[in-house]
T-cell receptor, first 114, second 113 residues
């Protein structure tokens, strides 16, 4: 069974440019998470989806970040415009949902904003 | 919201020694506590978890203990091996349908051969 897939793995952009990250969760996993991980820190939740519904997005900076999970499967996280402080690893994770909390993480997208 | 403190930030041991990483949490409603291992440049992977109705759980060389009264839990690794070298993260959350974990800042474990 394939794990959580993310692309791209690395992205270098100039500030003020837009950027998008893509995540394909494990098949059958209803819950999808986007995390931001700064160097030397633990993952911080940006948004959580139950199927196609965003059920927790309180930590998502909505002035520049947006996310979608059309059809309740793949998800895209977008930043527009990117700022220097957005440089980090963006992790996607999925779980079956309900009482099955075990999260499976993707390899992450490492973003560098110049 | 939940706040998770993790100590130490760095832990250096000799191969074969034991390693202990400690976490405290603030929300007494938290009842699910997973531990993740993240090797350099790789994804976090769940290594063990514990629920609030259990005080201790073991899986080969890894064990986790939970003290709900004091609101702290610990990861114990015995007979450490060089391949145990990684960053370890604890997390705390309410379980079930409201699972939104709060992670600690991580502990970098270095096992010297």
């Amino acid at each position: 069974e394939a794990g959580v897939v993310q692309s791209p793995r690395y992205k270098i952009i100039e500030k003020k440019q837009p950027v998008a990250f893509w995540c394909n969760p494990i098949s059958g996993h209803n819950t999808l998470y986007w995390y931001l991980q700064n160097l030397g820190q633990g993952p911080e939740l940006l948004i959580r989806y139950e199927n196609e519904e965003a059920v927790d997005d309180s930590q998502l900076p909505k002035d520049r970040f947006s996310a979608e999970r059309l059809k309740g499967v793949d998800s895209t996280l977008k930043i527009q415009p990117a700022e220097l402080g957005d440089s980090a690893v963006y992790l996607c994770a999925s779980s079956l949902g309900g009482t099955q909390e075990t999260q499976y993480f993707g390899p992450g997208t490492r973003l560098l904003v110049l | 919201g939940e706040n998770v403190e993790q100590h130490p930030s760095t832990l250096s041991v000799q191969e074969g020694d034991s390693a202990v990483i400690k976490c405290t949490y603030s929300d007494s409603a938290s009842n699910y506590f997973p531990w993740y291992k993240q090797e350099l440049g790789k994804r976090p992977q769940l290594i063990i978890d514990i629920r609030s109705n259990v005080g201790e759980k073991k899986d080969q060389r890894i064990a986790v203990t939970l003290n709900k009264t004091a609101k702290h839990f610990s990861l114990h690794i015995t007979e450490t091996q060089p391949e145990d070298s990684a960053v370890y993260f604890c997390a705390a959350s309410m379980g079930g349908g409201s699972y939104i974990p709060t992670f600690g800042r991580g502990t970098s474990l270095i096992v010297h051969p």
